[in-house]
């Protein structure tokens, strides 16, 4: 039997993409309309905003062991969080938890690796462009990343709490953030991570000057195949 995951949601549209990718490529291994079972608990995306506007990310990790502890009970073997940002809490959390986890960063940097990327053009929230996450896991396999300029950090964070997490698709965004993607390609980045679970609604692979890394669904992909092993 495939083991059962368990998703911890922060903001709804990237823990939904992630659970529809799940579910439509369980088929390719499992059969048509099958896929492993899944659970999902997300406490609101304002509680988590509350801690890590102010820096504080042992209250989220507090948070996401709470939605651990559910879906332990529910029957989850393990657990994925479709939300990079977060994933900053992960030192804080991972003794404590129930439960294994799978780290979004790190199946991104696989992938990369795997597809002999060099130099990545890292896109996501100011936190995440600013914080740990992705320096650490792409230094531990010797891979180089370029993050935009402040200014361009600004508005990409604007973009996604004003639009992007609310399912808001601007055309206007879109061109923005595919003008961010030709200025990383002019730097001599090979690739770009969307690393905000909510990017790949916004930056299509086909639009993208750069090939993209899709972190929510890299990350659905991850599990599927974690729960098939």
């Known amino acids: 039997m495939p083991k059962h995951?368990?998703?911890?949601?922060?903001?709804?549209?990237?823990?939904?993409?992630?659970?529809?990718t799940i579910c439509n490529e369980g088929a390719k291994y499992l059969g048509e309309h099958a896929h492993?079972?899944?659970?999902?608990?997300?406490?609101?995306?304002?509680?988590?905003?509350?801690?890590?506007?102010k820096d504080d990310w042992q209250g989220v990790a507090d948070l996401m062991l709470i939605?651990?502890?559910?879906?332990?009970?529910?029957?989850?073997?393990?657990?994925?969080?479709?939300d990079n940002t977060i994933h900053q809490s992960f030192p804080l959390l991972i003794e404590k938890s129930p439960l294994p986890w799978l780290h979004i960063a790190e199946e991104v940097a696989k992938v990369a690796e795997e597809k002999d990327y060099k130099k990545l053009g890292v896109l996501g929230?100011?936190?995440?462009?600013?914080?740990?996450v992705y320096p650490e896991k792409l230094s531990e396999k010797n891979i180089y990343y370029l993050?935009?300029?402040?200014?361009?950090?600004?508005?990409?964070?604007?973009?996604?709490?004003?639009?992007?997490v609310y399912e808001v698709i601007n055309p206007k965004s879109k061109e923005y953030f595919l003008s961010v993607v030709d200025v990383l390609k002019s730097q001599g980045c090979d690739s770009v991570v969307l690393g905000c679970t909510e990017i790949p609604l916004i930056v299509l692979p086909e639009e993208s000057s750069l090939p993209t890394l899709d972190s929510t669904r890299l990350l659905a992909r991850a599990a599927l195949k974690h729960a098939l092993n």
């Open 147 to 164: 993050t935009p300029d402040l200014g361009k950090r600004i508005k990409i964070n604007d973009i996604i709490f004003s639009e992007l």
């Open 36 to 53: 492993p079972e899944i659970s999902l608990h997300g406490l609101p995306l304002s509680d988590y905003m509350g801690c890590i506007e």
């Open 67 to 82: 939605s651990a502890e559910k879906l332990a009970k529910a029957g989850s073997d393990f657990l994925i969080c479709p």
């Open 5 to 20: 995951i368990g998703i911890v949601a922060c903001s709804y549209p990237g823990a939904a993409l992630c659970y529809q």
């Open 125 to 132: 929230t100011k936190f995440l462009m600013e914080g740990p």
